[in-house]
């Protein structure tokens, strides 16, 4: 089996190079992904201090890489899972089907851990603060990679519709090679079996079917699509439930994001209010030093004033004028 491409990317982080790098897998198959459960507690590169700061953005970026990675191998998977799904269709050969549905089940489960490890990371990632200018940035970037995972997502539950309905399709088809005359209510019920009763009119229409062997590997088969077509089932759900928490997780990471975004607002705004009074406050001192200084300078001049009329009034020369002549 091809090497755990997840676990040897953790490892190259480990030593320092901080990203994920995807490359060719696959011998005899084509294709190979295995080994990418997520583990039990998984922590993302972005915020491992707690407080999403790190080495300011370059953890944010680092970790938007490794995601969008992660994306590009379940888009790959969901090719590889619609040409499996034709594979298992277009067959004819028992061990080579089987084979492929192995392949299949195998495939599909790595697809939904995958899944699931990439919507934690991306729950994460957006629960990090990024208090400040950055807090756009990160909600633009936020919003790219949720944007592409719920497009892989939509790609993958309209593979999966597509091959239900071909599936059925060949359902019908093989009940018809036992019975040519059957009603579309019998067509239904076989196709559909809900509660076991396409089953019991397959039964029937085999009992009286003229060609017993070839009815006996049409019943085979369609026990065998009705499997594949239950599994379909259980897949579309999951997937529209992961599609419907994506959809949650967008608004509440948009709305936190905002919310930051408006408080950095208001403290800038505060910011900017009180650069402004202080302003105001040193322009309002600068002029009552100003008119203090004028003050002091008018009471030294009015103190000169009145020293000057004192004198003139008082005219000590004259008096010193007459005493002199008296004598």
């Not at 998977?77 to 080579?96: K, Y």
């Not at 036992?178 to 019920?189: L, M, R, S, W, Y």
């Not at 529209?240 to 705004?269: C, H, P, R, W, Y």
Request: aromatic share 6%; hydrophobic share 35%; net charge neutral.
């Amino acid at each position: 089996m091809a090497m755990d491409r997840l676990a040897a990317l953790r490892a190259q982080r480990g030593q320092g190079d901080g990203s994920y790098r995807t490359q060719g897998q696959g011998q005899g198959r084509g294709y190979e992904m295995s080994g990418v459960n997520p583990p039990s507690n998984p922590q993302p590169a972005y915020g491992a201090n707690g407080n999403g700061a790190g080495e300011g953005m370059t953890d944010f970026y680092g970790e938007i890489g490794n995601i969008q990675d992660m994306i590009a191998q379940f888009d790959s998977n969901v090719s590889r899972i619609s040409d499996l799904h034709s594979r298992v269709l277009n067959n004819m050969d028992e061990a080579q089907s089987n084979r492929f549905n192995a392949e299949l089940d195998e495939l599909v489960g790595e697809t939904r851990s995958l899944s699931g490890q990439i919507k934690r990371r991306i729950e994460s990632l957006g629960a990090q603060p990024t208090p400040g200018a950055d807090a756009r940035i990160k909600k633009n970037q936020l919003s790219l990679v949720r944007k592409k995972f719920m497009e892989v997502v939509q790609k993958y539950q309209n593979v999966e519709a597509d091959y239900r309905s071909r599936y059925k399709q060949r359902v019908e088809r093989q009940f018809k090679i036992v019975k040519p005359d059957a009603t579309q209510e019998e067509v239904a019920a076989v196709v559909n079996n809900s509660s076991g009763t396409g089953n019991q009119i397959f039964a029937q229409a085999i009992s009286s079917s003229t060609r017993y062997g070839e009815s006996r590997a049409a019943y085979r088969e369609v026990q065998e699509r009705h499997e594949d077509i239950r599994k379909i089932e259980q897949t579309l759900a999951e997937l529209a439930q992961l599609f419907n928490d994506m959809s949650i997780l967008v608004q509440q990471q948009d709305e936190q994001i905002d919310a930051v975004q408006t408080a950095a607002a208001g403290v800038e705004k505060d910011t900017e209010a009180a650069l402004g009074q202080t302003e105001k406050a040193v322009v309002s001192a600068r002029k009552a030093r100003r008119k203090r200084w004028i003050c002091f300078w008018l009471t030294i001049l009015i103190a000169i004033i009145i020293a000057v009329i004192i004198v003139v009034s008082i005219r000590p020369w004259q008096n010193k004028g007459n005493n002199n002549g008296g004598s």
